[in-house]
């Protein structure tokens, strides 16, 4: 299965991989044949996850790397060392996340500000400057950004967290502007895509909370499916969107 699935030969990182998303796209990926370098800031939950990812594609080529994201060299170190190692990128998957409310606008904590920019917007910053080059070189090249629908409807006691997104998505649209420039005429090659949820369930979740809805939410599973669907698309499909998961607000 993993020598001809739709992602046959291609190299993808993971950003964020120790996460209940990440060890679904990672297991997703690989299932689709890619090579796929994760990274965490947790060795064990990466160590976990990329062993679940190996086991689940039947022995797959996934490893996993302790990436200090909050750090622009190490993640431009990161990048370097995979193109080195595999000969090419093919695309860097953004899942690194974090979330603080608060009860009104008037209780927003400036300190959440500080928390989620690190976490949702410079995590972005580094990752997008440390890979756009190889994925501006490979045929296949994507950068996908996963994001909130509160980035485009933010809520008063969820102002800290939907700035940080919508900061995150104009960057990466930025992103993608570069690579509609480096396409040409004849159009973009690679891609930068944003994927909208509302928010994340995962197994666990529903186990701790067996009467709970979530009522819009996207399964991590069906996220990582998404993910893989990026690459099904031509990057003129994809370059600069807003792929919707949950609806538009």
Excluded: C
């Amino acid at each position: 299965m993993a020598n001809n699935g739709s992602l046959s030969g291609a190299v993808i990182a993971v950003a964020g991989a120790g996460g209940p998303a990440g060890r679904a796209a990672l297991m997703r990926l690989a299932e689709a044949g890619a090579t796929v370098v994760g990274a965490d800031n947790d060795p064990q939950r990466l160590s976990e996850a990329v062993d679940a990812a190996r086991y689940a594609s039947g022995g797959a080529t996934v490893t996993g790397d302790t990436v200090d994201l909050l750090d622009l060299q190490s993640t431009r170190d990161w990048a370097a060392h995979i193109e080195k190692d595999f000969g090419r990128v093919d695309g860097l998957v953004h899942l690194v996340g974090g979330w603080r409310g608060s009860e009104t606008f008037t209780k927003t904590s400036l300190d959440d500000w500080d928390f989620l920019e690190l976490l949702l917007v410079k995590t972005v910053q580094h990752t997008s400057l440390a890979f756009h080059e190889a994925l501006q070189r490979s045929e296949r090249g994507r950068y996908v950004l996963i994001s909130a629908a509160g980035a485009s409807n933010p809520t008063a006691s969820n102002a800290a967290y939907a700035a940080a997104k919508a900061a995150a998505e104009a960057w990466t649209l930025a992103l993608a502007d570069y690579f509609r420039k480096a396409g040409g005429p004849e159009g973009p090659t690679s891609a930068a895509a944003i994927l909208v949820v509302k928010a994340l369930v995962h197994d666990a979740m529903r186990a701790e909370r067996p009467n709970a809805k979530f009522a819009g939410f996207t399964d991590v599973k069906d996220l990582a499916e998404a993910i893989e669907g990026v690459w099904s698309k031509t990057a003129a499909e994809v370059n600069g969107h807003r792929l919707w998961l949950t609806e538009k607000p």
